[in-house]
């Protein structure tokens, strides 16, 4: 079977995922550019100024500190905000599916930063539909043989607790 | 909760000033607050508060060795102050202090109404 796919990562309403992360600088003044990643593809809109950063080792920073907090929490739910705060920089990240979204910001305080974390929910959705893109047209292309490679997943190996043991 | 030591209090008092000390001891006063660890600047653990703290240590030292890489690539020359992860029961939070790193685990006030919820 033959069938065109596109390679350009969208969501079901066309936006693609760099459009995505323009939208999120564009809402709070203090986001100087955003890095998203589901592990495999990096996507950027940092700044000029930001053209030296190697955007995608920052991005697998982010998603590999969320992978080794994972050691920690075992079967509690999953730690899916961070805050690092620099001398010059707040980052503020929220775990996605297989990977992450960093904004990186002007310094910010307690209440910017509320406020910034809310803010960034509103995006989650569709920019984790823009990065699904291809996946989600390969299946439909490829259908059985797509379902059937999910399917024959293994399943997770099971968790320990850890904080829970702390509650008796 | 059992206290268990990595370093005795005399050797500790080496990487906390007083005041360090002080709200150390006030946060141990404080009920939502889980457990404390803290770590050496390379990533030993000196203090423990529990026993699940000889995790949180290597957990946390690669932790903020990513977030330290992360800080340079953006031009920070001071390690990462503060670090903080937070989920729906649980927040951990990490900052420098003079000579070491606290890492503090704290139940989430809401998590904590969930569960006299649970059993009211």
Redesign the interface.
Known sequence: MSAEVSVEQTDPRGRSVTAILDKIARHNSDVLGCIATDGVESYNNLPEAYELVDAEAMGEYVNNMFAVMQELEASEPDFENLVLEYEGHTIVAKRIEGGALALINNPINRGGLKKMQVGMNLFLNPLAQAMKGPEVAAIRVEGPEAVSAVRDEPAAAPKRRLFGRLRG | ?TMTHASTGATIGRFLTSQETVELARLQQDNSV??YSLLGMDGEELQGS?H?TD??AP?FA??AD??N???E??????A???????????Q?FSVILSACRAVI?KRKQASVTEGLRSVG
């Open positions: 909760m889980v457990g529990g699940w995790m949180i957990v690669n932790v990513l977030a890489k992360l800080g690539e953006l031009g920070e020359t001071e990462c102050a503060r670090i903080s992860f937070d989920n729906r029961e649980y951990v685990v």
